[in-house]
């Protein structure tokens, strides 16, 4: 299975509103990014937090990250409908043979104007 | 600066044919990850090169394939296509070598349709 699980599958929300995803993972990681993808689309790096970081702020995202509970949220405020798209946490291990991005299933955004 | 190109954009096989992927990564970027994505399994991890050497690989069947050039360009390939092979492939670059934690730049993909 996936390494990161985020949760909500999807969230429908009207513009201005926070949105709030989160993502687990199982093993030790070296970090952990967010990316979002529109439909069809590559995926766009928005955000990266080490693992001996707690909370990153990036423009209207903000993000946490919790290494005992092995867990992270994103938060993107006062949502616009451009905020629609899929969003994905990944993860990269230690090990220099584990140096691949482990995504998540993702979390679909919708934001209503 | 260009972006990650991946040609083509979109792909219609058959059955037991095979399709070769190409992705040119940002200039200046060595290493190139590629993903297979679909809707039911999600992104998954295929190959990770840097400087012309694999240096991770995915859980996927021998008939996926790739390689990497001295210009950092990779291509992939897929033989003896299946149904299941239909998904969007997704080619990723980053300036740094694997495992120290890098951001990944994407392409748009190439949209494989296997009939």
């Known amino acids: 299975s996936q390494q990161g699980e985020e949760d909500p599958q999807a969230l429908s929300i009207q513009e201005g509103e926070n949105a709030t995803m989160n993502c687990s993972y199982k093993?030790?990681?070296?970090?952990l990014q967010w990316y979002r993808q529109n439909s069809g689309r590559g995926l766009v790096h928005l955000i990266l937090?080490?693992?001996?970081?707690r909370e990153k702020h990036s423009g209207r995202l903000r993000v946490t990250l919790d290494t005992s509970k092995k867990s992270s949220s994103l938060l993107i405020t006062a949502s616009r409908a451009a905020d629609t798209a899929s969003y994905f946490c990944?993860?990269?291990?230690?090990?220099?043979?584990?140096?691949?991005?482990?995504f998540g299933d993702g979390t679909t955004l919708t934001v209503k104007p | 600066k260009a972006g990650v190109t991946q040609t083509p954009r979109y792909l219609i096989k058959t059955r037991g044919q095979q399709v070769t992927l190409s992705c040119s990564p940002i200039s200046g970027h060595r290493s190139v990850s590629w993903y297979q994505q679909t809707p039911g399994q999600g992104l998954q991890f295929l190959f990770e090169?840097?400087?012309?050497?694999?240096?991770n690989k995915g859980n996927f069947p021998g008939r996926f394939s790739g390689r990497q050039f001295s210009n950092s360009r990779s291509e992939m390939n897929v033989s003896t296509l299946e149904l299941g092979d239909s998904a969007l492939y997704l080619c990723a670059s980053s300036p740094e070598p694997p495992g120290q934690g890098h951001i990944q730049y994407f392409g748009a993909g190439t949209r494989l349709s296997v009939l």
């Open positions: 990944a993860t990269r291990g230690y090990n220099t043979n584990a140096g691949k991005s482990t």
């Open positions: 090169y840097f400087s012309e050497t694999q240096r």
């Open positions: 937090i080490r693992s001996n970081e």
């Open positions: 093993t030790s990681i070296n970090n």
